[in-house]
């Protein structure tokens, strides 16, 4: 993700990737991009995700046409 696209009260959410094993299971909620499913990072980001944490997933081909998924994770 490109941090300059985000507006300037977001930035204080963002983490770069490289942070994901160390963010990731300390979060609630999680919300994934389709792009994991791309660049192969969707599995390890969801056994890193902690027990009972709000899981979604999003995708969108444009700003018109997104889906939206989401699921309580269990292990």
């Not at 994991?36 to 444009?62: F, Q, S, V, W, Y």
């Amino acid at each position: 993700m490109d941090p300059s696209t985000l507006k300037p009260d977001e930035m204080p959410f963002y983490a770069h990737g490289d942070k994901a094993a160390e963010i990731v299971p300390q979060a609630d909620v999680l919300v994934i991009t389709g792009t994991t499913l791309i660049n192969d990072t969707l599995e390890g980001l969801l056994k890193a995700a902690k027990p009972g944490a709000h899981t979604t997933m999003t995708c969108c081909r444009d700003k018109t046409h997104c889906w939206h998924g989401r699921t309580n994770h269990r292990r």
